[in-house]
Structures are given as C-alpha cells and as structure tokens.
C-alpha cells in the first residue's frame, strides 16, 4: 500500500489492529487530516482485493487519532506525535493499549469495551511528561514481542450474524485442532439477561470441523454463546479465549422492514486528493448500474482506464496514480445515467 505522507516509520501497528480474523480496527482523523485520506484508501485498496480466512469481506471499526493537547496533529508544523490508540497488544485474557488524555480516553475506553467484552483492559499512559512514550514514534505495542502459548489449542469460528429465521435452529460450526487430537467439544448458549448457560455437545463432522445448534429463538431475542474443547491430551481451551464473561452474540430480527433509499448515482470526492499513490473513487449507487471510470487531464483528452463494470449501493474503487505526472485530473464516471466528474490533484515526489 502506498506509504502515510506523515508516518515517519511506516508501521502498520500505528494505524490498524487485528481484532481477529475478519475484524480490523483503523486509526481516524477528522476528515482530511494528517494521514487520514491516505489511511482510507489503503483500507479500501485490501477491501476491494482482499477477504477474510472465512473468505468474507473485512469488518472494519473505527478509533480515533488523538492530536496533542495544544491541538497539534502530525501534518501541523511544528508536528504533533502520531498518538494511536491501535498500538496495543494481547497478553492472554488482557489486552494493553496506550492512553494519552481524558478527552479521547473515555472514547477508546467505550469502543475497546464494546469490540473485547470480557477482556481485561489496561491502559498505560503515554503521554506523560516529560517522559512522553510517543514521543518515540511508538506505544505499547512498538516496545513488545509476543510469546506463543506452550501445546496450543486452536478454535476457529466465524460467529454468527443477526438472522430473521425465528423457526429453525442455529449452525454453529469452528475449526478445532491439537497435536494430540481432540477429545470433545461443547456448545454454551444463553438467552441476553441470564445468568447460566445451557450445554449442547458438538459433534465431529470431519477434518477439524465440529458443530453444534442452537435452538430457534423467538423474534427480538438476542442470543449469547461460546464454545469449549478438549484435547485427547487434556489440554482444554475456550473460544473466545476470555468465555463464559467474554461472548459471541446475535439477534433474532425477524422480517426486515424497509430499506434506505440512495438518489441517483453519486460520484463522491475522491481521497486522498491531492495524492501521489493509492487513491479511493466512491460511488453511490441506487440500483445496478453498468458504469465506466476514467482520468482525462483538464482539457479533456481520455489518459487512463480505470474501472469498467457493474456497482451497486455504496462501493469505492481503488486505484494507483503513480504513473501519472504532477497536475490537476479529472476523475470521469459514464453510464446510463450520463456522465459526472470530480476533480484529482497529483503530487509524485
């Protein structure tokens, strides 16, 4: 991906953390700040060609970067730290990030809280003077390294979505694996608001999957779960690692009602702009539309191909700049619904 213009050492643990296999959470700045256009189009650029291990698209959450406390970001001159509350690290059932000022704290506090229910949570300052950890380009997880745990038990489950079927019972499926083979594994499910868990065992189907159901539940019912192996050599294990406190859940929503109309197709300003790498084109579309990207220069003159092909709701296309010399673009998208532009800026260094 293309580098962050203010990233002075290009660490991916300074904008983005694995949550697990399908989630990543994204450092935000206010929009059109220090890293932030260049930091969208990168994540757009690996959701547009890349998938998760379930081979489903990344979920992506949001954090906020904090500037300093006279206001100072890293694009300001004189610049201000690259504050990241991304830059942490797990250690077993906890996880240890950086903290900077009540103002974000309470902020990230919520967000971590609500993406690692049942993890214990650790801030550390790092933005203590004089002694500013930051200040080194780096927090917590920068001045780490991870020890694997001895004879691992893996448990791989892709957790389930919020469904409409309020009559059929719940698959609930993982990948279960150990040196030694595994001896069993269970099902632990509870209705939101109980206290206990009813066990349901889980039964081997081949390779490493297991699964197990959960029984259907009643429209507006929000269903809580984990589910826990063991070994044939003993060794036992729980997913998520922190259950029964930590859990997956889902809702029961019953038929959906209504849908969010979008108006026409829309062309959105591209990001970063100006740009001299990766950039993001957003479309917004109301319905299917069979649609024709390209760069001309400002008199007109077509320079570059860049998309032809089928979009619908909200979809960004991801696209290098680099072979283009420094100047004022337009970005052109044509179709049935007629022709509209936006302008592009490019600086290559």
């Given at each position: ?6 990233d ?29 256009p260049?930091?969208n ?24 970067m ?15 730290y ?24 309470t ?25 500013l ?9 920068c ?22 079927d ?9 990948e279960?694996?150990?040196?030694s ?11 939101e ?20 159901f ?31 406190e ?20 829309k062309?959105?300003?591209?990001y ?13 579309a ?32 991801s ?29 290559n260094?």
């Amino acid at each position: 991906m293309t580098a962050l213009p203010y990233d002075i050492i290009n660490h991916i643990d300074m904008h983005m953390k694995l949550l697990d296999e399908e989630t990543l959470l994204v450092g935000e700045y206010p929009e059109g700040t220090a890293d932030g256009p260049q930091i969208n189009a990168n994540i757009d650029y690996v959701l547009n060609n890349f998938n998760s291990h379930f081979e489903t698209p990344y979920k992506v959450e949001r954090i906020p970067m904090p500037d300093s406390e006279s206001g100072l970001y890293p694009d300001d001159n004189p610049a201000g730290y690259y504050r990241t509350y991304t830059n942490g690290v797990f250690v077993n059932n906890t996880f240890i990030y950086p903290s900077y000022r009540e103002e974000y704290d309470t902020t990230a506090a919520r967000i971590y809280s609500e993406l690692l229910p049942g993890y214990n949570l650790v801030p550390i300052d790092c933005d203590d003077q004089p002694d500013l950890i930051i200040a080194a380009a780096g927090a917590i997880h920068c001045i780490t390294h991870s020890v694997g745990v001895n004879d691992p038990l893996l448990i791989v489950h892709q957790p389930l979505a919020d469904t409409d079927d309020d009559v059929n019972p719940y698959l609930v499926e993982a990948e279960i694996e150990h040196r030694s083979g595994i001896a069993s594994a269970s099902l632990h499910w509870r209705l939101e608001g109980d206290e206990s868990y009813e066990t349901i065992p889980m039964d081997f189907e081949s390779g490493d999957t297991w699964s197990g159901f959960i029984p259907a539940q009643p429209v507006e019912s929000v269903v809580e779960y984990y589910m826990a192996a063991a070994a044939n050599n003993g060794k036992t294990q729980t997913r998520p690692i922190v259950a029964p406190e930590g859990y997956w859940d889902f809702k029961v929503t019953g038929a959906v009602v209504g849908t969010e109309q979008i108006e026409n197709l829309k062309l959105n300003p591209i990001y970063p702009n100006p740009a001299n790498g990766l950039v993001s084109i957003p479309l917004m579309a109301e319905t299917p539309e069979d649609v024709y990207i390209y760069i001309t220069d400002m008199t007109g003159r077509k320079l570059v191909d860049v998309f032809r092909g089928r979009v619908h709701g909200d979809q960004r296309i991801s696209h290098f700049v680099n072979d283009l010399a420094s100047g004022s673009y337009l970005v052109v998208a044509e179709g049935s619904f007629g022709r509209k532009a936006t302008p592009l800026v490019v600086v290559n260094r």
